[in-house]
């Protein structure tokens, strides 16, 4: 495609790069929140004793739990990029875990990501095929997505693993997980790793935070892991930065103008949905992988929590990654530390939202400003009178955060301007 037609098809679809939600966050930008979020945790684990917080073990758990979560949501980015609403991701993360358990245990864990990716493509196919072929309504399609696959996953674990005399069987599958795969190897950083850890067991304000967060994310990371990172890289050079990204993203904002001028919107689409599948079965992939091996429920919603970091990441692959990072964080946190970090956490979710709410005030948000404030008086109130929380509350606080997420930020979002929208083949004509 020439780059006049190129730069026509900009212009007529989205002017100014309408697409985008407005302002979007600049590098430096990106570095202040993230010096600025590494100064308040360093302060509350300063305050309140929770030295977890900042650990290298609470860093390196949380960048594992991100990963599935992030491919996830860019899976869940891709297709409705090009106007395609995935809620299936949930579905396709269980065909890619299973499809890994299955070829994992007899070829390895490299093979079994392949094996994966393979899985949750299939998954994106079938609902493709639903959607753009036959018109069926997005969510419909993704909610039954969700169900084939968890019908489909249980089948053919009593069909493959479970089956008795089965070799499977004899290598310790059953009916609800498949045999033990080998590990993946995974790598640390020569010298920088140990190096990192001395200056971290210091306990030296904000230095040793530094450390213990550089330490997580350079110890024993899986080769995955960097998978995920390019992957991520790659999506934004391909999406923003390539004429066919530009055509993919066309089919989300104006099909009908993208097809008068030359693009095949259903191929557009099709590519896409699959490759949803594909990065969404990875993320299975890779939980399948880090336990070695595929069990029943593996995926524990994480399809879904993808879907959200994609919205709050505002349909972004930085903000894709950004909020993933922060659900693999209260993820890992909950897993790890239990009650006592969680309620310290409770101080910084408090003070959190006194600044949303100083905010909301001087943009004239009284309402949401009131609410935030409100919330805030209660939180420093359940901080001041308990030392721990609830089991219960510990276990759904990645779920809790998900929400706050969402409705603290929902009105500064934008998806594509036909996502979800129906398109027929010569509409416009």
Not at 268 to 273: E, P, T
Not at 356 to 361: G, I, K, L, P
Request: charged share 10%; glycine share 14%; with cysteine.
């Amino acid at each position: 495609m020439s780059t006049t037609f190129t730069s026509g098809l900009a212009e007529r679809l989205t002017g100014k790069n309408k697409g985008d939600g407005g302002r979007r966050l600049t590098y430096p930008v990106v570095l202040l929140i993230i010096a600025g979020g590494l100064i308040l945790l360093s302060a509350l684990r300063a305050l309140t004793g929770a030295d977890d917080l900042t650990s290298s073990g609470q860093f390196g758990s949380a960048l594992a739990a991100a990963v599935p979560i992030g491919l996830a949501g860019l899976g869940g980015l891709w297709a409705e990029r090009a106007g395609v609403v995935n809620i299936g991701l949930e579905g396709m993360m269980m065909l890619g875990a299973f499809a890994a358990g299955w070829m994992g245990w007899q070829h390895g864990p490299w093979l079994a990501a392949v094996a994966g990716v393979v899985g949750g493509a299939l998954g994106g196919l079938i609902h493709a095929v639903a959607t753009v072929t036959f018109g069926v309504d997005h969510i419909i399609s993704g909610v039954a997505m969700n169900i084939l696959a968890l019908g489909v996953t249980q089948y053919f674990a009593k069909l493959w693993f479970g089956a008795e005399g089965s070799e499977a069987q004899r290598a310790g599958g059953n009916d609800k997980q498949s045999p033990v795969m080998d590990n993946m190897p995974d790598f640390s950083v020569p010298g920088l790793s140990g190096w990192l850890q001395s200056v971290e067991k210091h306990h030296w304000f904000l230095v040793s935070d530094v450390a213990g967060v550089l330490r997580g994310l350079v110890t024993d990371v899986s080769w995955l892991t960097i998978v995920a990172a390019l992957l991520f890289a790659g999506t934004f050079f391909v999406l923003w930065r390539s004429a066919f990204g530009l055509r993919l993203r066309s089919c989300g904002e104006s099909p009908v103008a993208a097809e008068s001028l030359g693009v095949n919107v259903y191929t557009y689409k099709y590519a896409a949905v699959v490759v949803s599948g594909a990065m969404a079965g990875l993320g299975g992939a890779f939980l399948a992988i880090g336990t070695h091996m595929y069990s029943d429920g593996q995926t524990g919603g994480r399809g879904y929590i993808g879907l959200a970091t994609m919205i709050s990441g505002n349909w972004r692959p930085g903000g894709v990654a950004m909020s993933a990072g922060l659900f693999g964080f209260m993820d890992s946190l909950q897993l790890r530390s239990g009650g006592p970090t969680v309620h310290a956490l409770l101080l910084l979710i408090a003070v959190l939202l006194v600044g949303f709410a100083a905010w909301r005030f001087k943009s004239g948000k009284v309402r949401p400003a009131i609410g935030a404030a409100v919330v805030a008086a209660l939180l420093f109130v359940w901080f001041a009178l308990t030392k721990t929380v609830p089991l219960e509350f510990v276990d759904a606080t990645p779920y809790v955060v998900t929400l706050l997420v969402l409705s603290l930020f929902s009105q500064r979002l934008r998806m594509p301007k036909a996502d979800g929208k129906p398109y027929r083949k010569g509409q416009g004509k």
